[in-house]
């Protein structure tokens, strides 16, 4: 509660003062970006891993606070991030990113701690003023157990086809990596990745964006309970190949986007529509998720949620959400709980503060 205090009182001091970013000097720039919130459900049950938002007020669970430093010569480009996750202590952020990144004509090239680009929001995921909802649809973001980084290369060709379309095409590359995930109270996942490697392509137009994506990953995992020393499930050799499509298109004051992720165990999507009113912009979003169940009509639906919204943009760098979101699971499934509930549905209300310097 106190370090959400001291958020708080950065964000009415320093932001409403603050340019977009600090230049230290003509190659070298700082930047960052945050979000506090006030947040309750009608369910007992937590809501949205590393969230875990429950029927009581929590004025912690969405709380980021990220730093991210730049520094260009000529060439070359050199780029860190740290970020205070919702799920980490302010004395343990995360390493979102750190590389080195050089440009050759049309071709970019970074090697070292990379976000995996997935989905259209991938590469400002914990921003929160960089996109309109409160937070990214849980239905396909959440599909990934918050898994945002990889450790390796890419090569990035950027492509003029004509006058108004571009097209970006990033194949990647990940070595071998250790990942730990906190699924609930209770349970927690290990991951040691073997390699991964995908490809993304980007087009881009005047008044849209098309974002397809493909990943491919050889994996060991370890489940363990919390509390119980030495019980743990293990599994090696496990694989996983994941395929994204997503697309925005701005009409005027009109935005639509949709996104779809499948891979060999899941399914789900959103379609979201927004429309700008100057500092106004109320939101409507629908999504499902599928399990890996499958039976003689496919896929088993696992869960859906409604969301609405308003975001008001306060000034260019700071924004406010008031957000209400309905959430059902399905045939015994957990949908957007960390765990199966007892009663399948879930109000969730949320203020959200988010800003940029």
């Not at 990647?172 to 490809?199: A, C, H, P, V, W």
């Not at 309905?326 to 007892?342: I, M």
């Amino acid at each position: 509660m106190k370090k959400t205090t001291i958020l708080t009182v950065i964000l009415f001091v320093v932001a409403p003062s603050a340019s977009a970013s600090f230049e230290i000097n003509d190659n070298i720039l700082i930047s960052g970006f945050g979000s506090t919130s006030w947040a309750k459900s009608d369910n007992e049950t937590p809501l949205l891993t590393h969230n875990e938002i429950t029927n009581e007020s929590c004025f912690d669970c969405d709380t980021i606070f990220g730093m991210q430093a730049d520094a260009y010569f000529d060439a070359l480009h050199l780029s860190a991030q740290v970020v205070k996750r919702p799920q980490d202590h302010w004395s343990d952020p995360e390493l979102e990113w750190i590389y080195a990144g050089y440009t050759y004509k049309d071709v970019l090239a970074r090697v070292g701690r990379l976000r995996i680009p997935l989905f259209l929001y991938s590469e400002y995921f914990y921003v929160g003023h960089a996109y309109t909802m409160a937070r990214p649809p849980n239905e396909v973001y959440g599909s990934i157990l918050g898994i945002t980084a990889y450790e390796g290369f890419s090569l990035t060709w950027n492509m003029d086809l004509d006058d108004d379309k571009s097209l970006s095409i990033t194949p990647f590359y990940g070595l071998s990596d250790e990942q730990n995930i906190k699924l609930n109270d209770s349970t927690d996942l290990e991951l040691d990745t073997d390699r991964m490697y995908g490809l993304n392509a980007i087009l881009s137009g005047d008044n849209y964006r098309w974002n397809f994506s493909y990943l491919n990953s050889a994996y060991d995992q370890r489940v363990s309970v919390v509390g119980v020393p030495g019980y743990a499930s293990q599994s090696k050799d496990n694989t996983i190949e994941l395929y994204t499509i997503g697309a925005e298109y701005d009409f005027d004051h009109t935005m639509i986007s949709t996104e779809l992720q499948k891979s060999d165990r899941t399914a789900s999507w959103y379609v979201s529509a927004q429309y700008r009113l100057n500092t106004l912009t109320p939101y409507l979003v629908y999504g499902q998720q599928y399990n890996e169940v499958i039976n003689e009509k496919g896929r088993v639906r696992e869960g859906e949620s409604v969301t609405a919204g308003l975001r008001y943009d306060v000034r260019y760098n700071i924004s406010i959400n008031g957000e209400w979101q309905y959430f059902h699971t399905e045939n015994n499934g957990e949908g957007a709980f960390v765990q199966t509930p007892d009663k399948p549905t879930g109000q969730l209300y949320t203020l959200m503060v988010n800003f940029v310097f």
